[in-house]
């Protein structure tokens, strides 16, 4: 009867940036830029306060003129968020030559033009001063650039690859008269 041996071996290697589950999370958050837009619109900020008890309280408070009601607002963030979230930074715009992708390009163009023409459209039912029509895009599209420009080449999924890497392996040994022989492995 012959001895049959079995190793496991697992390896796990962390990004130095990034350590644990929280860094695809981090990475793909978009919360922070919708709640900056949805603030800009809004006129407000929020400020943190402690009482003399130590409890720490957030409120909004006013930082400056609404540029839209609140329907203006839900309208042009429910429109951004199609624009700015997890899904669409995943995708590609493959380049033309370093630095530069056409698609890209056009996609920045035609959102421009879409956000603008949507803006323009309802600006009256959402109260949007006619000086506050070019300042909402241009915040919005100050954002929205360097956003996509994520996409371009696929770096960032790529990118996940250095975040995170397990590799598990198997290998079942039978030790006959010739020593060791490999009989399967996994990897």
Known sequence: ???????????????????????????????????????????????????????ITTKRVSAGTKKANDLGVQ??????????NPHVVQGNFPSDSPGHSTMYEMYIEEVHMDLTTFIVNNCYDWEVRDNDIDVIIDFIMMMTIPFMTRLIDNKERESYETTLKHVDSKTITDGGKDGVRILGSDG
């Open 75 to 84: 309208s042009i963030l429910n429109y951004i968020s199609a624009i700015i």
């Open 1 to 55: 009867m012959t001895e049959v041996e079995s190793s496991y071996n697992a390896t796990t290697s962390y990004n130095q940036n990034y350590v644990g589950s929280s860094a695809l999370h981090i990475r793909l958050d978009t919360s922070s830029l919708l709640e900056n837009i949805e603030f800009f619109l809004r006129g407000e900020k929020i400020v943190v306060d402690q009482d003399a008890a130590g409890k």
